[in-house]
């Protein structure tokens, strides 16, 4: 593998680039702190905007690794405030497996947005760092997450019942991946 750390990355619509400390509030208020976004997740609704600041340190700080990826989702078009993150939550280097996690704000759910993330998201970890799997894994009842998977490529591979948490307690957790032969085999089409 190729470690290279987060690297800006550029869409249609998008900006995807580092977090620095100074998007505490706009994290707080976009996302962290709708407990509807984060209903599905295993990291707590933000109940103040110094948590938030709290979070962003470590990420800040974790940029100095050339093995840490986390994204900061941007549209071009509003600005530099982050609307919500992507990055890879997990790793494994003697499968060369990238486990990626990702939210978004509610008011630009159903947009494409995540997706149009995703998607560079996994051209980078194929391309650029040469992760041979990629996956990402949602609670079933979370259909949307799975339909970004999906629309990125990304096929399921099964339910594992009563196999995660989140914070609605216990749940069963539905896996995704794509391998770099499923892309080849798609491009080539």
Not at 28 to 46: G, R
Not at 161 to 170: T, V
Request: charged content about 25%.
């Amino acid at each position: 593998m190729e470690h290279c750390g987060t690297q800006s990355l550029e869409t249609a619509r998008l900006l995807l680039r580092r977090f620095t400390v100074d998007d505490a509030q706009a994290m707080y208020q976009n996302w962290a702190s709708d407990s509807e976004v984060t209903k599905y997740l295993m990291w707590p609704t933000h109940t103040d905007v110094l948590t938030s600041a709290k979070v962003l340190g470590e990420w800040v700080s974790a940029y100095e690794r050339c093995d840490y990826y986390q994204w900061a989702i941007v549209l071009k078009d509003e600005g530099q405030e982050p609307i919500g993150s992507i990055a890879v939550v997990r790793q494994d280097e003697a499968t060369a497996m990238a486990h990626i996690g990702f939210c978004i704000g509610r008011r630009w759910g159903r947009r494409g947005i995540t997706a149009e993330a995703l998607g560079a998201v996994l051209d980078f970890l194929f391309d650029t760092v040469l992760f041979n799997r990629i996956e990402a894994r949602c609670d079933p009842r979370n259909g949307g997450s799975g339909r970004v998977m999906e629309k990125c490529g990304m096929r399921y591979e099964g339910t594992l019942r009563a196999a995660d948490w989140n914070n609605e307690g216990i749940c069963d957790t539905s896996y995704y991946a794509l391998l770099k032969t499923d892309r080849q085999g798609t491009e080539n089409k």
